[in-house]
T-cell receptor, first 112, second 115 residues
Framework: QKEVEQNSGPLSVPEGAIASLNCTYSDRGSQSFFWYRQYSGKSPELIMS????GDKEDGRFTAQLNKASQYVSLLIRDSQPSDSATYLC????????????FGTGTQLKVEL | GAVVSQHPSWVICKSGTSVKIECRSL??????MFWYRQFPKQSLMLMAT?????????EQGVEKDKFLINHASLTLSTLTVTSAHPEDSSFYIC???????????FGPGTRLTVT
């Protein structure tokens, strides 16, 4: 079992729809979770962090964390073509020091 | 805030030569810096973690004598690829984190091509 798992996609959604990206992790003791966006040929950009169960909203983005079920998700409302990118889930795994363990990413395509 | 720069953004070098890549945190003190490598259409691969003033910790399978990392100050880390070969051609990305959190802020990356 991978430590951080994501569906590679591509996930295609029409413009204006809600995109839902999911991530599961194996270490029940993990406390810190992050979502990064990576455009093709560019480096990752931090878009959300979440530490407590529940929802955290920032503009069109909402991160959801459920530690009991060991999943974290990212919702993007009113999806735009500019949201088309690969979204990486990252988790600070217990025992890993301050390293982040990244999922392989989900490619999102927002279609006109 | 949390801006990380990298220099150069791209470099072409001949096989057998060495290349140095700089990573700077511009507006915060980076207690820890990370170096990643990413091949086309593949995931980020962590190469090493460095703390200011300490020797870097390399991930399994990464040759520490080939990829020299120096973290001399709280704002600067360097990665030197020694005796580069074509298979070292890749996208090298640094990231930095400060005190009190696990967030990593990435630099824009350096695209290395070894001919």
């Amino acid at each position: 079992q991978k430590e951080v798992e994501q569906n590679s996609g591509p996930l295609s959604v029409p413009e204006g729809a809600i995109a839902s990206l999911n991530c599961t992790y194996s270490d029940r003791g993990s406390q810190s979770f992050f979502w990064y966006r990576q455009y093709s040929g560019k480096s990752p950009e931090l878009i959300m962090s979440i530490y407590s169960n529940g929802d955290k909203e920032d503009g069109r983005f909402t991160a959801q964390l459920n530690k009991a079920s060991q999943y974290v998700s990212l919702l993007i409302r009113d999806s735009q073509p500019s949201d088309s990118a690969t979204y990486l889930c990252a988790v600070n795994i217990r025992g890993g020091g301050n390293k982040l363990t990244f999922g392989t990413g989900t490619q999102l395509k927002v279609e006109l | 805030g949390a801006v990380v720069s990298q220099h150069p953004s791209w470099v072409i070098c001949k096989s057998g030569t060495s290349v140095k890549i700089e990573c700077r945190s511009l507006d915060f003190q980076a207690t820890t810096m990370f170096w990643y490598r990413q091949f086309p259409k593949q995931s980020l691969m962590l190469m090493a973690t460095s703390n200011e003033g300490s020797k870097a910790t390399y991930e399994q399978g990464v040759e520490k004598d080939k990829f020299l990392i120096n973290h001399a100050s709280l704002t600067l880390s360097t990665l030197t690829v020694t005796s580069a070969h074509p298979e070292d051609s890749s996208f090298y990305i640094c990231s930095a984190s400060g005190t009190g959190g696990y967030e990593q802020y990435f630099g824009p990356g350096t695209r290395l091509t070894v001919t």
